[in-house]
């Protein structure tokens, strides 16, 4: 019988090591798994490879992780805003590293990831410091940057519902980078909202088949804070 509901969100992370590379879904705190970040955060990992849309909010969820000393780098578009105090403070101190990537590249490169693409070019950064010592190649009259897949050892996203067998529907925006990381990760771990039985998710509504997904978690939902 396959069941890939674990019963708590610490037996869900158990076994993510050190120096791990993780993509964490969300747009801001918008499908942000920050239940799962919590209990990575228990586990005082370090060394860690970050892969998100951005470096967080606050001093909750991502910005917790950075702040708990569990990243070494961080792979986002994103990373500085009104409250990413914690980014901004370790990144001017050399805590942590940053490769910054244009929005629809990071989306473009974890897909060819999940695709199992070798790499693309896109001409998103071209002529700008973003593509110095990459590969620039004239298609059609138009310059492209040669960019490589995203890969990563686990991928960590929130979904509304689920099933035991890892099927996932997302609640509207919440979706954003949690289906294409799903595809690129070797082990997906996914938050939901609620459990429920097979059979009961229309197969129309489904966004993240199970088959994409490793492991999966009944989070009750908390209110964010104010800050958010």
């Not at 798994?33 to 969820?61: F, M, Q, V």
């Not at 009259?141 to 519902?161: F, N, Q, S, T, W």
């Not at 489904?206 to 939902?221: D, H, K, M, S």
């Amino acid at each position: 019988m396959i069941n890939k509901q674990r019963e708590s969100l610490d037996a869900a992370v158990a076994d993510i090591p050190d120096g791990a590379v993780i993509m964490v879904g969300g747009f801001g705190p918008a499908g942000q798994p920050s239940e799962l970040l919590d209990a990575l955060i228990a586990r005082k990992l370090k060394g860690l490879t970050l892969i998100s849309n951005n470096a967080g909010n606050g001093d909750y969820g991502l910005a917790a992780l950075l702040k708990a000393g569990c990243v070494r780098k961080v792979v986002c578009s994103f990373p500085r805003q009104v409250d990413s105090w914690v980014f901004d403070e370790l990144y001017r101190k050399g805590d942590v590293e940053l490769e910054l990537v244009p929005q629809g590249n990071l989306a473009a490169r974890i897909q060819a990831g999940g695709a199992g693409l070798g790499a693309i070019f896109t001409p998103t950064g071209y002529g700008t410091l973003l593509a110095e010592g990459k590969e620039i190649r004239e298609i059609n009259g138009k310059h492209y940057v040669l960019e490589m897949p995203l890969h990563a050892d686990y991928a960590l996203i929130k979904a509304l519902r689920g099933d035991r067998w890892g099927n996932l529907v997302y609640d509207k925006t919440g979706r954003n980078f949690g289906p294409i990381m799903a595809t690129a990760a070797r082990c997906t771990i996914a938050q939901v909202s609620e459990m429920v039985p097979l059979g009961e998710l229309d197969p129309e509504t489904v966004v993240t088949p199970g088959i994409f997904v490793q492991r999966l978690v009944e989070v009750t939902p908390t209110r964010l804070p104010l800050s958010a």
